[in-house]
């Protein structure tokens, strides 16, 4: 089935099953940034932006993504360099596996409004770090949302 | 000030490669059927459905393995690659499909009939001691590499004491009060957010490249060349990135299956694990019981004290590096304190479990949890206060430790009083109980491990340094650069950091053991060296340095923690975990700070949620839905003081910090929950419905 | 990928819809969250997926000083997001807001939520208590069913395989104040042990108690409802003792399992605990 939306800001027309999961298709585009870790919609590692919301790549047919604008790690690496340098200067990452979903997630935190701390905090709990403790990921977002 | 992460912006923006994003040309993809019992005999595979699904290239069995013998392992080579006739584990592999794509490799997996002949299962530690007890492995001091006897006793894995049981008993009953509790841990996992994966690409000229999740290059060649007879020299281990380890990614995990299948299709072959077979089928942490005796003299000194720990080890003891196949932090549970007589044994017993390997401080979080717990209960019920009774018996200036060692400075007492002695400014929920808990933890530092490394120049004066290890998240790779920067009087962007495969350095020991940073620091600091003196016509140093050790010494962390409990359901809150910290220099503060915190909140988890649910014969988290780890609105407030001017090692005189924070949360919390309800939880993870069901029955602490 | 014949229709009307449905093995799809996993574990393989994302008509949300009407196709983030929602039905909008995680709100659409039917969803019990409705259209006919009624067991409802959801009617009632409260004692990041939805209707006078409800999710293979509480609690003024009276005839109506989120009899005891804290924050609601 040929599936149209746009990605990172392209249009895109896709000759994919519609039943394939986003993470999949996402990732056979050579976008790796898209990380495949729980694969049960619980860690946030495969977080895309669709429609200004964080999806869970894993768990979304690809079918649900028609006419919808989509964005992936690399691409709001692109459009959103202040929110990358947030997290480089604050070093929101160790191993790394989990930050370009943390980053997605971060990006998108405008659709909740979230804006305290605890709004942030519960916003962010969708996101599992093993590595970091948290709190320099928190800094990088609280960052972001006071600039924003 | 330590300058930004040298891989901060390639994570940031997705740009860094994992294993899993390599993509090689003919590459086909791998799933494996797995053994659905915990124990049982293959009576019959029927392969031959799955054979027909369209895009499926073949499928293996045991017999179709290109090896004499169809075994490996980290030191005891126990585990098959695919089980030929037992199957000793729910999760054992069976047989593989090779197939175009991972979906119809998994989709096929699913479609081969296994008949099997059921067998009795042990699924727990103690039905695998019992006298009539089915053998896991009929003669496991056979396996190569075994540190077992026949005369060892029933399916044990590894038995390690020190210490005299006799003297340490007449020491107990000349106590004046005596402590004598048992204390369990759950089977646990690494919780790494990548799951496992690796691509093998052999070639007919007898070449095999290889792409793994693994932390030991190095030894990952070695167990290659050896299982599959082929020169190690023609077996390269690529670079990559580990997106997380914490001691989980140091076996050869699926790799020899790959190779094998790569061997037989002639394609490189790659598998990355479901998150769902991660958990059921690599080397979590040992489920634990450990019985703890101590005695005090009417002082409150410790007399003597036993503590004897049982390991469930799983279905194979292959997933354990070190020389003894035990976990060392078990043995060490006493360092901190001063012990006259004081006897471990640390069993570790085959079941018919996962297999259990290292995770972070290997047996250290289990025995600090139980010791830490006794010593406190002992402290309470004594009277003597659970402080003060820490503070009579931890080692001072010029003791011996348990052990016979005297280290070049003991600094628990420190770090227990600035963790006692911080300011709380917790909002305590109303209506809740409140308390705090403290536990201790020390680690003696670990000889600095054999390395390699070159300096090479590069491009307009720039320095590029080749080092043998995947950088896992630790910062290995900016503790090179920051000692080249300092060392050469460079600017960072004239220094590259990079991983190069095997067959371009000597050797590696591994990431492990929070050696990173200080086996890399020796060999940097000799390239240096090197470096400044090398004449103008050459262009590379290398360095290979030798197992080495700076003399006895250590690193302690004490941490309080602070919480509160609903009396009318037993709900738990941690409000606050503050963790002081023994350091000497710090090479990058940010990095040091993320150990802290990283590992506390690993202990946090340890200590109130994380549980595989292994019961008979199967672990039942098998997702991230039930296997659940700390997210950022669970974890409690994280504070850290660090106690500085401590003597470190290596050249930049430092003490290793990634395994000090994640073992002593599990006690603090159960402490501060007795000190808060007057209940002791003896069972990890502490959870609100065992505080609950004990406030019922009233307790003492 | 895995298998390239099931199909993917995207209809653009309910009419359209119900005629797409209309095949052996369709399925309809709403955010896709639970079908998802079900279909990449293999254990659905459905012939044709009907996907109502551009069903516009599905997708308003209406509030009235009488009624409050949510499309099926409104997710758990614009629910939890809407203002009105969060003054008129508090516990609803709390509900909405703490499901799984900010992925799962943004794609699960109230449809889905309610057609799923895991016994431990958040959002059932909150709306049973105060009396949601689903409307249900079919090929031939159309129904509205009381959500208290709407489930037959665990993963199972009342539903046909061709019948869909349109929206809920909630209606607003004067004096009555609802909430809804979950217990996860492990991770925020779990489904609730127990999660209990409560409102309480006043007389004119403000004080005394003309209808109470109350519905449980987490104890039992559907949400439970306690008729009992109404009983214990109408005409009374809401004392703490009649609360707790009321929340304690629950333990007779749960029916928990043992699982990893707590045995059988601790859940029951935490039924009643958290049946009294949702009725008592009606109260000071
Ligand atoms: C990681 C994770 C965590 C979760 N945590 C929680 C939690 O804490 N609390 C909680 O309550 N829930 C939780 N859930 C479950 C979640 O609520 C459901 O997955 C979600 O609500 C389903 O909605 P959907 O729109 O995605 O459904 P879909 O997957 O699209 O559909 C689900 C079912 O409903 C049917 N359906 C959908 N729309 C209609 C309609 N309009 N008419 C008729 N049938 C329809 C479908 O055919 C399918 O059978 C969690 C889910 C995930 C993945
Ligand atoms: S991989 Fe999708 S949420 Fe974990
Ligand atoms: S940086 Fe490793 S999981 Fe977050």
């Not at chain 2, 390699?452 to 590069?458: A, E, H, K, P």
């Not at chain 3, 955010?31 to 459905?46: H, N, V």
């Not at chain 3, 987490?218 to 707790?244: C, K, Q, Y």
Request: hydrophobic share 40%; with cysteine.
């Amino acid at each position: 089935m040929n599936i149209n939306f746009t990605l990172n800001g392209k249009g895109m027309e896709l000759d994919v099953d519609p039943m394939a999961l986003a993470l999949d298709v996402i990732r056979g585009l050579s976008l790796t940034g898209t990380k495949e870790g729980c694969g049960v919609g619980v860690c946030g590692a495969c977080t895309i932006m669709v429609n200004g919301s964080p999806v869970s790549s894993c768990i979304c047919l690809v079918g649900t993504l028609v006419d919808k604008d989509v964005w992936t790690i690399e691409g709001l690496a692109e459009k959103m360099p202040e929110l990358i340098d947030s997290f480089v200067e604050h070093e929101g990452m160790q191993c790394g596996i989990c930050t370009p979903g943390q980053i997605v997630a971060a990006a998108s935190i405008d659709s909740v409004g979230a804006s305290s701390p605890e709004e942030v905090k519960k916003y962010m709990a969708g996101n599992l770090c093993r590595c970091t403790g948290y709190q320099t990921i928190l800094s990088a977002v609280e960052d972001h949302v006071a600039v924003n | 000030m330590s300058e930004r992460r040298i891989d901060a912006v390639a994570k940031a923006t997705g740009a860094a490669k994992y294993t899993a994003d390599v993509v090689l040309d003919g590459m086909a993809h791998v799933a494996v059927n797995r053994s659905d019992f915990p124990s049982a005999l293959i009576v019959k595979i029927d392969t031959s459905v799955a054979e027909k699904v369209e895009g499926v290239l073949g499928v293996f069995t045991a017999k179709d393995l290109p090896v004499a013998v169809n075994l490996y392992g980290r030191r005891v080579f126990d585990v098959p690659i695919l089980v030929n006739e037992r199957v000793r584990r729910v999760g054992d592999p069976v047989a593989a499909v090779v197939a175009t794509t991972r979906e119809i490799a998994e989709a096929a997996a699913e479609l081969i009939e296994v008949t099997y002949k059921e067998m009795p299962a042990i699924t727990t530690a103690h039905e695998a001691l019992e006298s009539n007890a089915q053998l896991i492995h009929d003669r496991p001091w056979e396996y190569k590499g075994a540190v077992v006897t026949p005369e060892t006793g029933r399916n044990i894995q590894s038995l390690e004491t020190h210490g005299s049981r006799e003297a340490a008993e007449a020491a107990l009953r000349s106590a004046v009060h005596i402590i004598d509790e048992t204390y369990t841990t759950p089977g646990d996992h690494q919780g790494y957010i990548e799951p496992q994966a690796c691509i093998a690409d052999y070639s007919a000229d007898g070449s095999l490249r290889v792409w793994a999740t693994n932390k030991s290059p190095y030894r990952l060649r070695d167990v290659l060349s050896s299982v599959f007879g082929l020169d190690p020299k023609r077996v390269e281990v690529m670079p990559t990135i580990l997106g997380g380890d914490f001691g989980g990614k140091g076996a050869p995990g699926e790799v020899p299956l790959c190779t094998a299948l790569s061997i037989l299709t002639g394609r490189p072959i790659k598998m990355v694990l479901r998150y769902s077979e991660d958990l059921l089928s690599t080397d979590g942490r040992h489920a634990s019981e450990i019985r703890v005796r101590l005695g005090i003299d009417n002082e409150g000194k410790l007399v003597g004290g036993i503590a004897e720990a049982l390991l469930d080890g799983g279905a194979y003891a292959g997933f354990k590096p070190v020389n003894t196949v035990n976990l060392h932090g078990i043995v060490d549970a006493a360092i901190a304190y001063r012990i006259p007589e004081f006897f471990v044994e640390s069993k570790i017993v085959y079941t018919n479990n996962q297999p259990k390997g290292h995770m972070r401080a290997p047996g250290s979080p289990q025995a600090a949890f139980a010791f830490e717990s006794a010593i406190d209960e002992l402290g309470r019920r004594s009277g003597i206060g659970p402080i003060k009774i820490r503070e009579i018996n931890l080692l001072s200036e010029g003791d011996v430790n348990p052990y016979g060692d005297t280290w070049l400075e003991y600094r628990g007492k420190e770090v227990l009083s600035l963790a006692t002695s911080q300011p709380n400014i917790l909002d305590i929920p109303k209506g809740w109980l409140y308390g705090e808990g403290v536990a201790l933890y020390a680690r003696s530092m670990a000889a600095v491990p054999k390395t390699s490394l070159r300096l090479l120049r590069g491009q307009g004066g720039k320095v590029i340094a080749e080092v043998p290890i995947p950088e896992n998240g630790a910062g290995g790779q900016t503790v090179v650069r920051e000692m080249i920067r300092s060392g050469l009087g460079l600017n960072s962007d004239q220094i590259e950091v990079k991983q190069v495969s095997t067959s371009l350095l000597p050797t590696d020991a591994g990431v492990g053991g929070s050696r990173v940073s200080l086996g890399v620091t020796v060999a940097v600091a000799d390239a240096i060296k090197l470096w400044k003196e090398m004449p103008p016509d050459q262009d590379a140093v290398e360095v290979t340095t030798n197992e080495g050790s700076d003399g006895p010494s250590g690193a302690y962390s004490a941490q309080l923690a602070r919480v509160a409990v609903d009396p009318a359901t037993g709900q738990l809150k941690v409000l606050e975990i503050i963790s002081a910290v023994d350091v000497a220099e710090i090479v990058n503060s940010k990095a040091h700070q993320m150990q802290i915190d990283g590992g506390t909140v690993m202990g946090f988890g340890f200590g109130v949620m994380e549980d595989l649910l292994e019961d008979a014969g199967q672990p039942w988290a098998l997702s991230m839905g039930e296997f659940k780890l700390p997210n950022v609105a669970d974890i409690p407030k994280l504070s850290t003081v660090l106690l500085h001017g401590g003597k470190g090692v290596g050249p930049n005189n430092i003490k290793a910090v990634g395994e000090l924070t994640n073992c002593p949360t599990g006690a603090a919390i159960a402490n501060a929950v007795a000190d808060a309800t007057g209940v002791r939880i003896r069972q990890l993870p502490v959870k609100a419905e065992a505080i609950y069901w004990a406030m019922k029955e009233g307790g003492t602490k | 990928m895995q298998s390239t014949d099931t199909e993917f229709l995207i209809p653009t009307s309910v009419s359209e819809a119900l005629r797409n449905i209309a095949k052996e093995d369709a399925i309809f799809l709403g955010g896709g969250t639970s079908t998802a996993l079900l279909y990449k574990t293999r254990m659905i393989e459905p012939a044709r997926v009907v996907w109502l994302g551009n069903v516009g008509e599905l997708k308003g949300m209406f509030a009235s000083p009488t009624e409050v009407k949510i499309g099926s196709m409104v997710t758990m983030a614009e629910i939890a997001a809407d203002r009105e929602i969060a003054r008129l039905l508090p516990g609803v909008s709390s509900a909405a807001g703490v499901i799984g995680n900010a992925r799962v709100r943004a794609m699960a659409t109230l449809g889905g939520a309610l057609a799923h039917a895991d016994p431990r969803q958040d959002l059932p019990p909150a709306l049973i208590a105060v009396d949601a409705k689903v409307s249900v259209r079919g090929g031939s006919s159309s129904r509205e069913i009381n959500l208290s009624d709407f489930y037959e067991g665990f993963l199972e409802t009342v539903l046909a395989p061709d019948e869909l959801i349109t929206e809920v009617t909630i209606p607003i009632i004067p004096n009555r104040h609802s909430s809804y409260l979950r217990y996860t004692p492990t991770s925020e990041g779990d489904y609730p042990t127990v999660g209990a939805g409560a409102s309480l209707t006043f007389n004119g006078d403000g004080k005394s108690i003309s209808t109470a409800k109350l519905a449980l999710c987490g104890v039992g293979a559907v949400p439970i409802v306690s008729s009992e509480a109404n009983l214990v609690l109408a005409g009374t003024t809401g004392d703490d003792s009649v609360l707790r009276r009321a929340a304690d005839m629950v333990r007779e109506a749960v029916d928990p399992q043992d699982d990893e989120r707590g045995s059988a009899d601790y859940k029951r005891d935490m039924a009643v605990v958290f049946a009294y804290r949702a009725l008592k924050a009606c109260l000071v609601s």
